[in-house]
């Protein structure tokens, strides 16, 4: 290996390293706070918050490390919205968890009609299972389903009812009947795409975003660069839509 290129892989690492240093920072002081307000998530609870959590304060400066979180993949299944929109809200969310279907049900509708239909707001899903098989098993079926250009679809018949967790609701022949629901048309194709490599590889790389951040607990989202714990009322996600066109703005972007 060149010289040149030792020293632009060392760059790279240490941009990396300053990188998760400065998003893990930014998310611990939101915990802290969530912490002193009496909202921390139970930890009997398995993970997602029983509590919705309060949120930080927007920060007077972008945020560069937490804004470069954002893909903005034309070719994204999962994700609504222009690629080029001013603000991106990224969640990050387990199928099995209630508190993200309450999101799912009741504030995400609200959000895509009156922010991502205008071009104001992208919307991009990652893949965070935590509580177990179950959850594992349906983050690959969406992404299976994704590969069909279905996963919203699907995202919105898995979360069209609380299910007991653990319990055979996201058993393999119960996501092909969600799979079918959603309309994905080749199940075959669908179950192959599930079991493959690179639904392991996808996952893997989702979850290791949000375990890099500190997310704990879920649902978990950034709106550009300020986290927002648990399903909090739709105004919440209103207010920092709002504060975050406003910085892009202001900003330049």
Same mark, same amino acid.
Request: proline share 5%; hydrophobic share 40%; glycine share 8%.
């Given at each position: ?23 893990? *920072?930014?998310? !611990?002081? #939101? ?16 993970? @997602? ?24 993949? =034309? +070719? ?14 990224i @969640? ?8 993200c279907?309450?999101? !799912?049900?009741d ?6 009609? $009156? ?14 299972? %935590? ?23 699907f ?7 609380d299910? $007991?967790r653990?319990?055979g ?28 490599? =690179?639904? =392991?590889? !996808?996952?893997?790389?989702? !979850?290791? @975003?949000?375990? =890099?951040l500190?997310?704990?607990?879920t649902?978990?989202? *950034?709106?550009?660069?300020?986290? %927002? *714990? ?5 105004? #919440?996600?209103?207010?920092? %839509?709002?504060a975050? $066109? $406003?910085?892009? @703005?202001?900003? +330049?972007?």
């Amino acid at each position: 290996m060149s010289t040149t290129s030792s020293t632009s892989s060392a760059s790279a690492r240490r941009r990396r390293g300053v990188f998760a240093a400065v998003a893990v *920072l930014v998310l !611990a002081l #939101v915990l802290g706070l969530v912490s002193a307000l009496g909202g921390a998530p139970d930890s009997g609870s398995g993970g @997602e918050s029983a509590a919705p959590a309060e949120t930080s304060e927007s920060p007077q400066a972008p945020n560069e490390a937490l804004l470069a979180l954002a893909r903005r993949d =034309d +070719g994204d299944p999962n994700a609504l919205g222009r690629a080029d929109a001013p603000v991106v809200l990224i @969640e990050y969310a387990d199928f099995q968890c209630p508190f993200c279907g309450k999101f !799912a049900r009741d504030t995400a509708p609200e959000l895509i009609e $009156k922010y991502v239909e205008s071009g104001v707001l992208r919307i991009e899903w990652r893949d965070f299972p %935590i509580f177990g098989e179950e959850s594992e098993a349906a983050a690959r079926a969406g992404y299976a389903a994704g590969r069909q250009g279905r996963f919203w679809e699907f995202n919105e018949v898995a979360y069209s009812e609380d299910r $007991k967790r653990n319990s055979g609701h996201f058993a393999e022949d119960k996501l092909v009947e969600m799979a079918r629901e959603a309309g994905v048309k080749d199940l075959e194709k669908f179950r192959a795409d599930m079991e493959s490599a =690179d639904a =392991d590889k !996808a996952i893997e790389r989702d !979850a290791r @975003e949000g375990y =890099d951040l500190g997310v704990t607990s879920t649902p978990a989202f *950034l709106v550009n660069d300020r986290p %927002i *714990l648990g399903a909090q009322p739709t105004e #919440v996600f209103v207010e920092a %839509i709002e504060a975050a $066109k $406003k910085a892009a @703005e202001e900003h +330049g972007k």
